[in-house]
């Protein structure tokens, strides 16, 4: 393939941008006086996100806050959000409400200081919301449109914040465009990528995990097995068990009252449907990986527990959990916590030679973007939607075949560069705006690119791609807005008093988003 390498880091060549080229005259000059507040209500656990430009020279800002974070990308979004009003945002105070019942706050999983500093030329931001009169000052409540542009934002956002002083946004997740301009996008970048890191005991766990993994063998693949009850329940497929799995998976959707009847076949068909353990297994046999590779697993509970996972340990016995690895002293202070559980899971995840997913969820996504700014490093997601007719016709077939097949169908699906035209696919999985191919000069040094892949041998077993490969599932050009025409909705601003948000329909977005 032709030698790709990320761009320059920001803090190595990008200058600090300031503020946005037509801010100045959209602003009136009263808005030096007032505050924005936006309380940004994200789901539960916590990884990276990026950082915004600074302030205009003369323009006060006004303050941003956010709530529950389950991946970065609502953290990042804020951000930019923040960067787009010229707002002051509050450290997001994480949501401790939801389905996770997690009491971890945003200090508990990154490190505060680090965000704060490192975005300090980009945005200014606060640990707590500023005081008036003795008291906090008290937000009010606005519901953006999913995917509002930068336009929208500064019709229907701005104006609330120039009346009310201070808002919180709820729901936030997908509550920003895929589609910005190249500074706005960069800034997203330093913000997943840099300014978000994880705590120092989250850390060094992570890191140990890593190490034992490397003491057991040179090499390893992670794996994102999201097989637990609760998402298969919500993705309404069914997987052979019967009556049994039908009455407890049935029992479970019903906390969604939002979600229609399922249609479990249908959802196979259309690549909807997480693949099981043994899918996994005969996934990457298929591509090439023998028996003898050591695997790192990241989930929860599995459905089915042992007789579940017991076909994926039988093709790959060296199998292996944070349980597995850690002592009962290391993992006790994390275990009440999902959120840090989990961002351990994104360390030795991030840190391993190959990541796959059974699912392409939100923490693959972020997995797989980082994965591709920080050297298009091995990430294998599957081609459910073709994946499928290959499981359901696998007794029709020779093994070589079927294995020929799957190589096949993966084209595209397995970190190389220029999988996806750049400026399609979803951002937070494929952040071109942050990467640039090498010069002619660079690309014809048969080295580099190259050279790193095969050393590792992990990336060998798999075959390469042609190129450029462009699929119809993440290369068709849509970006779907829900408001192209930046306009948006404002949904009427309501006192924010302190009571508990409503959750309808949170919890639905909580297993979306992850």
């Known amino acids: 393939p032709p030698p790709v390498s990320p761009c320059p880091r920001p ?3 990008y200058p600090r941008r300031r503020a946005h080229p037509r801010r100045g005259a959209l602003l009136p000059a009263m808005a030096a ?11 539960s656990i916590a990884i990276s996100a990026p950082p915004l430009a600074d302030r205009h020279p003369g323009i006060s800002r006004r303050s941003l806050r956010h709530p529950p974070v389950r991946t970065p990308a609502p953290i990042v979004d804020a951000v930019v959000a923040a960067r787009i009003l010229n707002a002051t945002l509050v450290v997001p105070k994480l949501d401790q409400t939801s ?5 971890s706050n945003f200090s508990e999983i990154f490190d505060i200081d680090w965000f704060i500093s490192f975005l300090a030329k980009d945005v200014k931001i606060i640990k707590e919301p500023p005081q008036k009169g003795g008291k906090a000052v008290r937000p009010y409540k606005m519901r953006i449109p999913r995917k509002c542009t930068p336009q929208c934002y500064l019709k229907r956002v701005l104006p609330a914040l120039l009346k009310k002083h201070a808002l919180r946004l709820t729901k936030y997740d997908y509550r920003l465009s895929n589609k910005l301009d190249t500074d706005l996008q960069k800034l997203r970048c330093r913000v997943n990528y840099h300014a978000l890191r994880f705590t120092d005991p989250i850390q060094e766990l992570g890191k140990r995990l890593i190490q034992r993994m490397r003491e057991k063998s040179r090499y390893f693949i992670a794996l994102h097995l999201r097989f637990e009850s609760d998402m298969l329940a919500f993705s309404g497929c069914y997987y052979g068990g019967g009556e049994k799995e039908r009455r407890d998976l049935g029992a479970i959707r019903k906390r969604w009252k939002t979600l229609h009847t399922s249609n479990p076949e249908k959802g196979r068909r259309q690549g909807r449907c997480p693949l099981t ?8 046999r298929a591509l090439g990986y023998g028996s003898d590779v050591h695997i790192y697993a990241a989930s929860g509970e599995i459905y089915g527990g042992e007789e579940t996972l017991a076909p994926l ?8 959990t944070k349980e597995s690895l850690s002592r009962k002293d290391e993992l006790t202070p994390f275990l009440a916590h999902s959120s840090r559980m989990a961002a351990i899971d994104f360390i030795v995840c991030d840190g391993s030679d190959a990541f796959v997913t059974n699912n392409n969820g939100n923490m693959a996504k972020i997995l797989a973007g980082r994965r591709r700014y920080f050297g298009h490093r091995r990430t294998i997601r599957p081609n459910a939607k073709q994946l499928y007719h290959l ?7 020779s093994w070589d075949k079927f294995s020929s097949q799957v190589r096949k169908v993966q084209k595209g699906f397995i970190g190389d560069p220029m999988e996806v035209k750049p400026g399609r696919g979803e951002f937070h999985a494929y ?3 942050c990467i640039c191919e090498k010069t002619d000069e660079n690309k014809s040094n048969p ?15 798999i075959g390469e791609p042609a190129y450029p490969v462009y699929t119809d599932e993440e290369a068709d050009g849509s970006d779907t807005e829900d408001d192209p025409t930046g306009t948006g909705e404002e949904v009427e601003a309501e006192a924010d008093d302190g009571s508990s948000v409503r959750q309808e329909g949170s919890e639905l977005e909580e297993i979306l988003s992850d």
């Open 11 to 13: 803090e190595m060549g």
């Open 33 to 43: 006086l007032l505050l924005l507040f936006l309380a940004v209500s994200l789901l």
């Open 99 to 103: 389905f996770w019942k997690d009491s």
């Open 277 to 284: 353990p043994e899918e996994v297994g005969l996934l990457l």
């Open 313 to 320: 340990k039988a093709l790959f016995p060296n199998y292996h």
């Open 391 to 397: 499981f359901t016709n696998r007794g029709n077939m």
């Open 431 to 433: 952040p071109a705006a």
């Open 447 to 461: 080295g580099s690119n190259q050279e790193i892949v095969n050393r590792t041998g992990i990336r060998k077993a």
